[in-house]
Each structure stands twice: as C-alpha cells, then as structure tokens.
C-alpha cells in the first residue's frame, strides 16, 4: 500500500478484499504523517489514541458484516479550528494553548459515524485569520511542494497534510477563501460548500456570516465524499440548511457536453501571466470536453475585497470578545480589576493579526463609523451577490483563477497586511455570495508551483461542480 | 490617512486590548491605510440597496426551532474545566465591586 498517494476507492477495495485492517492502515499513517511532519508542521498535535480507536470500530464492523461507513478506514486531518471532545483545538492560538473542548463538533461526530479516522489536528492561521498560515502561534506551516513557500492559508496544515499524503482528506474552514487557496498553493482539491452546506456547531467563529466547513483531497471524488458524510441539516446549528443532499459521486458521471461556462472578465486582467497561461490551458481542455465558454461581467468585484474587510472583522471583532481570560483561555497573571484582565490577557494573547482584525472591526462598528463603513459594507454585498445571480441566469458554472499568483516565499507579505488582503480577491466573492466553489489542480508553473482553477456554480449546485472538476481532473487537469 | 494615537487608543479601549507603544504606532499606520482602501465603496450610490447581513434560504418562519424536549448538556464540571481559576462551581474573576 502506498500510504501517500491512498484514495478513498483504494481503501474501500482493500478493507473489503481484507489487504489490510483499519487498524494496519491508521497504525501506518500515523507512522508515515509523524515522520513527514516535521518538515511541513502540518500537524499540530497528533491523537493517535482516538485514530486507533476509530480504526478497531471499523475492523468490528467488518468483521460482523456490518457497512464500515462511507469514509470507512480513511486517515483524516481535522483543522484546529474545529472542536473535538478531549482532543487539544487551539485555533493556532496562545490563547486557547491548552483547550480540550468538551463537545464535539457535528461535521466530526459525522465524519466518524462513516468510519473516518482522525489523525490529529491540523494546524492554520489564528482563529482563522491569514492567507499564508504564518500567523499561526505555533509556527508557520511550509509547503511541501517548495519547503520554503507558505501553502496558503488559512487552513495551510490541513491542504500542506493532503497534498503530503500524511491525510487522504481533511477538514478545513473557509471564510475568504482559506480552503481553496491553500488547496491551489499546495496542488490539492479544495471545496467550500454552498452556506449553510455544512453545519458549523464546533466550528470556533471567526466572521459568522462568512464561516463555511470545507473538504480538501487529492482528488475531487475524495472531496466530494467527505462533503457527503458531513453535509445536511442539523439541529444544533439553526444557520444549517434544510436543502436535502444529493449523491454527488453519482451525479459526476462525467456528462459535462454542453455545459455552459462564464469567465468573468474582472477577474483575468491582472492576473500574474504564468498563472493566467495555466487556466487558460485549463479553459481549453474544458472546451474540449464540449462545454460552452462565453465571456461575461461580474461588475462588482472591483469592491469585493474592501466590503469584505469590513464585514468579517467586525464580525471578528464581535465573536472574538469572548476570549476574555475567563472561561477558556489563558489569563494574564497579576490583573488587579477585572477589565485590566480582559485587556491585559487579550493584549497578551493575541498574535498582531488578530489584534489588527478586531481594532479594524471594532472602529467599523464604533459610533459615528457604522453607516460609512459596516452598513455600507453590506450593501455592497447585496450587489456582489446579485452579479452572481444574475450571471446564472446565463451560465451553469463560473470558471475563474483561484490566486493571482502561486505559492510566495515565507516571509515576503507578512510586512503588509493590505497586500496580503489584496490576494484575497478571486476567492472571497464566492464566500460574499454564500456560492459553492472549489479549488481542483491546473498544472504548475515553470518552476514547478501548482495553480489552482475555481469553479462556482448555484446555491446548492455542489453536484454540477464537482461533475465538471471530476470530469476535469480525469481528463488529466492540464498537467505536465 | 493615519490614525492617531489617541484614536488607536480609543478603538483599543472598545476592543479591550491592551497595545504596547510599538503596536499603536505601527496600528495606526496600518489601519489609516486599510481604511483608506475602504473609502472606495463610497464611488457606489447604495441608496436604493437593501443590506445584506448573510444568506437566506426560504424556509417556514420556525423551520429553525427544534422540539421543546429535554437532552443531556455539558454539565458544570466539563464547562468549568477549562478555566483559569475555577472554584465552588464558578468562574472566579478578579473583585469587581468595592464593599
């Protein structure tokens, strides 16, 4: 078995065929993910007594004939972001160093009820804030395709794990694109759901009407499967959509003849010329499958990164007031009163991009500033979300770059947050839009950087995009 | 633009955050340069937009309520073990009132 190139369909075969045990199989992907880790620092913590744990109830239920699940046997990264019961989740936080959270989150509950083996934690921007994962307390994470580029952020850990091989799939969140970017820094399959796809009871808040959890794999079929077993309406997330969920591996059955696709001219004028040559080819290969291309106009996007900003930091600003040195955290040591407590442990605590977020979002929200900037913000979304609207009145899917340029060097954004917010811009309208997208591979630059291609389709459209990703990949995904 | 010391000071009062020096400095050049971004929202006329505060999808007025039926929760000793300084079943915080 090689461990690092593992699909899903390949477990499947070999549990069933009795090749190996779940147990065989987790004991040696821990092997293979903490020996690859310190090369990366994907993982934050390994929980190798719950893998093995997993893994046994998997073997059980085979042994008794019984179904294993879909995701049966199948080593998975959680991002630290998403709370699992007696398992450490920092959220790549000083602050929560030593939370073990109580409960576990829903798409973790579900993931495991199917047979999948969590690993470890992943680990990511704080609290989810960063498009590089170097604002995370506990060390950047490095690309393992160029060990001295960043993969993207926020949820580098989870896609620099996949692309690894030290997880077949793993759990990510997106807010601005922090799936689907690092999915294309690090050349894996990246998937943010339509909102409210997933339920996000566990899923520490970073910009409420942002948050999405998503899926990333090596391939689309992988992906796809993990959104299987966690999306669906659950009752302890009042935001979790009631839309029922389709089977997506049946409906990627590779019928994409006449499918009708959009470029959207904004987003192919400023584009980095290596990566705009990839999706080009990548455009090409789709014509070839028989889809229609047409160019159309999403006239908004100029503005999407400026009503963006506004909206998930004060957001931010918001949800992040409960780290107050009082029921979870850490508390700074020798606070008098209780609101020098409150200042001093989140002075302490928070690393500068944070402390940039919730001053940001905090000014936003702050008197005499909410019309001119918040409430501006989401009308401005509103016009955002009608362009996407009204593009699909003419097209099944948008085809677009998913970052203007590969994976940079560490270190070379981290001198300028407006920058690093700048390179946000082809992933974040999606989020706005609350519009289903993902990440899948297009080949590599020169200097051997993998690029991404988004696809976004309708609300609730996850099956169209994955047909067309599918389709894409099998037909080779413009690689070499 | 940047903002002032005073004003960096303000926004770190609302946020409960206490900066060093340093960070008032280097916050008060980053924020005046973000916000000047920002200002480019204002080249679009929004006074005939409705705001958008998140996603909606149709759905019966008390879709979202789930049944009124007891369930097992997480108990005081687990919401209490993460603390900094528990005690008698309790978040203890430093004294707030003067006797």
Redesign the interface.
Known sequence: MEIASLTIDQIREGLAARRFSALELATQALEFAQAANPKTNAYLHFCPERALAAARRVDAALARGDDPGALAGVPVAVKDVIVTKGVRTTCGSRLLAQYVPPYDATAVIRLEQAGGVILGKANCDEFAMGSSNENSAFGPVRNPVALDRVPGGSSGGSAAAVAQGAAVVALGSDTGGSVRQPASFCGVVGVTPTYGRVSRYGLVAFASSLDHIGQLGRTVRDAARLLQVVAGRDEMDSTSAFAPVPDYLALADGRVRGMKLGLPREYFKDLASETGDLIARGVDLLRRLGCEVREISLPHTPYAIACYYIICTAEASSNLARYDGMRYTTRSAGSETLSDMYRNTRGEGFGAECKRRIMLGAYVLSSGYYDAYYLKAQKVRTLIARDFSEAFREVDAIVTPVSPFPAFKLGEKLDDPLQMYLSDIYTITGDLAGIPCLSVPCGSTAAGLPVGMQILTRHFDEAGMFRLADAFQRAGGCAG | MKLTEEQ?RY??G???????AE?VRR?GA??G???T??D?????D?GA???????L?L?EET??L?ADQERSV?GAE??L?????PGAGF?K????VER
């Open positions: 960096v926004v770190a609302l946020a409960n955050l206490k900066l060093t960070e916050f980053d924020l340069e973000i916000l971004y920002m480019k929202l204002n080249e679009l929004t937009v409705e705001p958008m505060a998140q996603v999808y759905a879709a979202t789930r997480v687990a919401a073990a993460n603390a900094p300084l978040f915080v430093p004294k707030v």
